[in-house]
């Protein structure tokens, strides 16, 4: 079945910290994966998609396929990263995704 | 461009009324989503159009019927509210298969609708 799984609803962080949101997929075949953030009440925006292989607003993610995983992350969190990240999975067919639940993003000062 | 238009932004329904969620794009994109947004639960597709006059169930769809009006439109009906189906609605488009391969979706700012 093709799934996504983000383990933590809630990851908060200080200012300047480390930052990895965990994104883990099941899908049989070459997946394709992207990144949504989405800020307080505003519309879901593309973060990064794997295949581009950008970095984002000093985000970056990397496509493990031995692990199937596709972790977001950041070096040094600022408060304006503060926001619900979504993982997405391209489930072939008319570009239909599969989201994760979310894991909302809290960088305190 | 606005890019993907949703109409309307809150609306508060009674048990059982009916109502049309509207949703244009101005991209000409072949493809058009319906999704639910629920906590806990992410994005869920409800329905999708994968270009002008075809439409298709996703995850979720009982409850709701759908039209694709025209290649801009959109639009999600739900016929007899239901208290289950208070969530936040967002609609999105994009453009499978054009020259750089599949393309992300874009989203709308999303309708906020809370039945009783």
């Given at each position: 079945a093709q799934r996504v799984t983000q383990p933590e609803k809630l990851l908060s962080v200080f200012k300047g910290a480390p930052v990895e949101l965990k994104c883990n997929y099941s899908y049989s075949?070459?997946?394709?994966?992207?990144?949504?953030?989405?800020?307080?009440?505003?519309?879901?925006?593309?973060?990064?998609?794997?295949?581009?292989?950008?970095?984002?607003?000093?985000?970056?993610?990397?496509?493990?396929?031995?692990?199937?995983?596709?972790?977001?992350?950041?070096?040094?969190?600022?408060?304006?990263?503060?926001?619900?990240?979504?993982?997405?999975?391209?489930?072939?067919?008319?570009?239909?995704?599969?989201?994760?639940a979310g894991t909302r993003l809290a960088v305190h000062p | 461009n606005a890019g993907v238009t949703q109409t309307p932004k809150f609306q508060v329904l009674k048990t059982g009324q009916s109502m049309t969620l509207q949703c244009a794009q101005d991209m000409n994109h072949n493809s058009m989503y319906w999704y639910r947004q629920d906590p806990g639960m992410g994005l869920r597709l409800i329905y999708y159009s994968a270009s002008e006059g075809t439409t298709d169930k996703g995850e979720v769809p009982n409850g709701y019927n759908v039209s694709r009006l025209n290649k801009r439109e959109f639009s999600l009906r739900l016929e007899s509210a239901a208290p289950s189906q208070t969530s936040v609605y967002f609609c999105a488009s994009s453009d499978p298969g054009g020259t750089e391969g599949n393309q992300p979706q874009h989203f709308g700012d999303g309708t906020r609708l809370s039945i009783l």
């Open positions: 075949g070459s997946p394709e994966l992207f990144w949504y953030v989405q800020y307080s009440r505003q519309r879901l925006q593309l973060l990064l998609r794997h295949i581009s292989r950008e970095s984002i607003k000093g985000f970056t993610a990397d496509l493990n396929k031995g692990e199937t995983s596709f972790h977001l992350k950041k070096p040094f969190a600022q408060e304006e990263d503060s926001a619900m990240y979504y993982c997405a999975l391209f489930s072939g067919g008319y570009n239909k995704l599969i989201f994760g | -």
